[in-house]
């Protein structure tokens, strides 16, 4: 069974252009969330997607948004960049339920220049 | 805030010894987890722990819960340099949407030095 898989794998955008990131979840999991890591904040909860429908939502701007698709790929978008989005971005699946581990990709390194 | 905070930021031991690392919460929980990541990559579950268990082993993993006093415990013992990682414990609550949140604190770095 393939693991979760994100592209790319790095990225460098410059300030205020826009960014997309993919994310595959692991077949038959429909649970997805965006997790945004720094070396000074840590992992902080982006949001999570369920069913096409997000679910939770954390803490951040509307710049950053998300969406899932019926075959519960997952997309996120930032938009209008800035420095402090430069970033380890990272998805992980789950089948839906409440007790379960998460399964995380490698996640997608962002640099804004 | 919902995240568990780890403690200490970071540890460094020599290969054998065993290597404990604390996390404290702040919210009721279902469930409480350990993830592990190796620099720059994503994480890997460990174990889970129910709010109504009170310790749970996993090879050379132990994990202790006090509900009471809101906090985790994570041991590793006889530890070996491929042990060097961050570690994560990540309370698993009740987000009202149906569905449970785990939210993440900055991770325990250990260092196993051969």
């Given at each position: 069974?393939?693991?979760?898989?994100?592209?790319?794998?790095?990225?460098?955008?410059?300030?205020?252009?826009?960014?997309?990131?993919?994310?595959?979840p692991i077949s038959g999991h429909r649970s997805?969330?965006?997790?945004?890591?720094?070396?000074?904040?840590?992992?902080?909860?982006?949001?999570?997607?369920?069913?096409?429908?997000?679910?939770?939502?954390?803490?951040?701007?509307?710049?950053?948004?998300?969406?899932?698709?019926?075959?519960s790929?997952?997309?996120?978008?930032?938009?209008?960049?800035?420095?402090?989005?430069?970033?380890?971005?990272?998805?992980?699946s789950k089948t839906?339920?409440?007790?379960?581990?998460?399964f995380?990709?490698?996640?997608?390194?962002?640099?804004?220049? | 805030?919902?995240?568990?905070?780890?403690?200490?930021?970071?540890?460094?031991?020599?290969?054998?010894?065993?290597?404990?690392?604390?996390?404290?919460?702040?919210?009721?929980?279902?469930?409480?987890?350990?993830?592990?990541?190796?620099?720059?990559?994503?994480?890997?579950?460990?174990?889970?722990?129910?709010?109504?268990?009170?310790?749970?082993?996993?090879?050379?993993?132990?994990?202790?819960?006090?509900?009471?006093?809101?906090?985790?415990?994570?041991?590793?013992?006889?530890?070996?340099?491929?042990?060097?990682?961050?570690?994560?414990?990540?309370?698993?609550?009740?987000?009202?949407?149906?569905?449970?949140?785990?939210?993440?604190?900055?991770?325990?770095?250990?260092?196993?030095?051969?």
């Amino acid at each position: 069974k393939a693991g979760v898989t994100q592209t790319p794998r790095y990225l460098i955008k410059t300030r205020g252009q826009q960014v997309t990131l993919s994310c595959s979840p692991i077949s038959g999991h429909r649970s997805v969330s965006w997790y945004q890591q720094t070396p000074g904040q840590g992992l902080q909860f982006l949001f999570e997607y369920f069913s096409e429908t997000q679910r939770n939502k954390g803490n951040f701007p509307g710049r950053f948004s998300g969406r899932q698709f019926s075959n519960s790929r997952s997309e996120m978008n930032v938009s209008t960049l800035e420095l402090g989005d430069s970033a380890l971005y990272l998805c992980a699946s789950k089948t839906g339920g409440a007790s379960e581990k998460l399964f995380f990709g490698s996640g997608t390194q962002l640099s804004v220049l | 805030s919902q995240q568990g905070e780890e403690d200490p930021q970071a540890l460094s031991i020599q290969e054998g010894e065993n290597a404990t690392m604390n996390c404290s919460y702040k919210t009721s929980i279902n469930n409480l987890q350990w993830y592990r990541q190796n620099s720059g990559r994503g994480l890997v579950h460990l174990i889970l722990i129910r709010s109504n268990e009170r310790e749970k082993h996993s090879g050379r993993l132990r994990v202790t819960l006090d509900t009471s006093k809101k906090s985790s415990s994570l041991l590793i013992t006889a530890s070996r340099a491929a042990d060097t990682a961050s570690y994560f414990c990540a309370p698993s609550w009740d987000s009202g949407a149906g569905s449970y949140q785990l939210t993440f604190g900055k991770g325990t770095k250990l260092s196993v030095i051969p």
